[in-house]
């Protein structure tokens, strides 16, 4: 099977940068992405990474590191707008088709 | 609007009876994802179609929990004899993948709420 973890919860101070950690677990491994999730809201994607080194959109930025099963998503200069709920996912190839698994999110609390 | 629809937004129902959802894609995408989500939890994987091959469900699944994708396009999901453990956020996602290994990037559609009394 499949498993991803990540911390349930982390808060940061509003202009901060905060780190996000997932570590994942699979026999088929293509890739890691990145989703947000704004209360009510829909998720939205952030990032992927098939290889490892760290890919970077704006304030937004996301490592992988396949050896170590282990990836990071990064926000910098943090805007209350930012609290959300973040969401690792998978694309798992471990049953022969290629699907996205997620994790169960960490909630990201923005104080000013 | 090109983005993904669903259809109802909110679903309340008894338990014991039958519901199906309706989920229109963005048009050129050939993947097609069903998910559960409840509060505080990540999207929990349903199944998914490439165009209108079905090609897995979970295991975790009940069987009364079925899915169509007819002719490659939209897709029903339909839950049967529902039961209050079904309670939760439905949310279909579609994307365009062009083969293994490539990114995928998943569009959500804004769900439907099921609340089974």
């Known amino acids: 099977g499949q498993s991803l973890e990540q911390p349930s919860e982390v808060t940061a101070v509003e202009g901060a940068i905060v780190q996000i950690n997932c570590t994942y677990q699979?026999?088929?491994?293509?890739?890691l992405s990145w989703y947000q999730q704004h209360d009510g809201g829909a998720p939205t994607f952030l990032s992927y990474?098939?290889?490892?080194g760290l890919e970077e959109t704006g304030r937004f930025s996301s490592f992988l590191s396949r050896s170590d099963s282990y990836g990071y998503l990064l926000l910098q200069e943090l805007q209350m707008k930012d609290s959300a709920s973040y969401f690792c996912?998978?694309?798992?190839?471990?049953?022969?088709?290629?699907?996205?698994?997620f994790g169960a999110g960490t909630r990201l609390f923005v104080k000013a | 609007d090109t983005g993904v629809s669903q259809d109802p937004r909110h679903k309340i129902t008894k338990r014991g009876q039958n519901v199906t959802f309706r989920c229109d894609p963005i048009?050129?995408?050939?993947?097609l994802y069903w998910y559960r989500q409840t509060l505080g939890q990540g999207p929990e994987f349903l199944t998914y179609?490439?165009?209108?091959?079905?090609?897995?469900k979970s295991r975790l699944l009940s069987d009364r929990f079925s899915a169509e994708r007819p002719k490659g396009s939209f897709s029903t999901l339909e839950i049967q004899r529902t039961e209050q453990g079904d309670s939760a956020m439905y949310l279909c996602?579609?994307?365009?993948?062009?083969?293994?290994?490539?990114?995928?990037?998943?569009?959500f559609g804004s769900g439907t709420q099921l609340s089974v009394l």
């Open positions: 179609f490439q165009n209108e091959a079905q090609l897995e």
């Open positions: 990474n098939a290889l490892d």
């Open positions: 996912a998978v694309r798992d190839g471990s049953t022969g088709g290629f699907k996205t698994i």
């Open positions: 996602a579609s994307s365009s993948v062009p083969g293994q290994g490539l990114n995928e990037k998943l569009f």
């Open positions: 699979t026999s088929g491994f293509y890739g």
């Open positions: 048009s050129e995408h050939n993947r």
